[in-house]
């Protein structure tokens, strides 16, 4: 259950495979620029991490940021990724990223009910007890954390937060919004 483990770089080697194109880019083409971000976005792969497709040199990166590779992403585009996954992928009338998708990402996966796809879940409450019960959350490195919660129609970011701190943090939060 981490960005950057086996079962992550192996999935970003596929939609390579797939894609046939470095996924940096497709990601900043496909859903940054769109959503109007973009500008100061990074993603790196390590400098071994050379691969050939149909005759191409590609690099794979890798899902999180480790070891000299991975995703640099501003609070600012963290928080405009989290809002199109609250609009299920809509943005300005466009389906920016297909329904569907954004549904299982927040759907329980049968080996953890409490992991969607990409994301951690809080249908029972364990991972923040004051977070409602539709929230969903993306943990990064470095403590970033992106809340999606749908019954108070809000995004949250969090940069550099001690792990020791999030429940307190989500607390006043949630205080905040009154649920």
Request: charged fraction near 20%; hydrophobic fraction near 45%; aromatic fraction near 12%.
């Given at each position: 259950w981490e960005y950057n483990d086996v079962r992550i770089n192996q999935f970003s080697l596929a939609l390579l495979h797939?894609?046939?194109e470095p996924l940096p880019e497709v990601f900043l083409?496909?859903?940054l620029k769109p959503i109007g971000g973009g500008r100061d976005f990074q993603w790196e792969a390590y400098d071994d991490a050379?691969?050939?497709i149909d005759g191409q040199r590609l690099q794979s990166v890798p899902g999180g940021?480790?070891?000299g590779g991975g995703v640099k992403i501003s609070a600012r585009d963290q928080a405009r990724i989290g809002q199109l996954l609250l609009n299920g992928g809509l943005h300005h009338g466009r389906q920016v990223v297909p329904r569907e998708w954004v549904e299982r990402?927040?759907?329980p996966c049968a080996a953890a009910p409490f992991y969607g796809w990409l994301t951690?879940?809080?249908r029972d409450g364990r991972l923040f007890a004051d977070a409602s019960r539709s929230?969903?959350?993306m943990f990064g490195a470095g403590g970033h954390m992106v809340w999606i919660d749908p019954d108070n129609e809000a995004v949250v970011v969090a940069r550099w937060l001690d792990g020791a701190h999030s429940a307190g943090f989500v607390r006043r939060?949630?205080?905040a919004f009154g649920s």
């Amino acid at each position: 259950w981490e960005y950057n483990d086996v079962r992550i770089n192996q999935f970003s080697l596929a939609l390579l495979h797939l894609l046939k194109e470095p996924l940096p880019e497709v990601f900043l083409e496909s859903v940054l620029k769109p959503i109007g971000g973009g500008r100061d976005f990074q993603w790196e792969a390590y400098d071994d991490a050379w691969v050939e497709i149909d005759g191409q040199r590609l690099q794979s990166v890798p899902g999180g940021t480790h070891w000299g590779g991975g995703v640099k992403i501003s609070a600012r585009d963290q928080a405009r990724i989290g809002q199109l996954l609250l609009n299920g992928g809509l943005h300005h009338g466009r389906q920016v990223v297909p329904r569907e998708w954004v549904e299982r990402m927040h759907t329980p996966c049968a080996a953890a009910p409490f992991y969607g796809w990409l994301t951690w879940l809080n249908r029972d409450g364990r991972l923040f007890a004051d977070a409602s019960r539709s929230s969903w959350f993306m943990f990064g490195a470095g403590g970033h954390m992106v809340w999606i919660d749908p019954d108070n129609e809000a995004v949250v970011v969090a940069r550099w937060l001690d792990g020791a701190h999030s429940a307190g943090f989500v607390r006043r939060v949630a205080q905040a919004f009154g649920s």
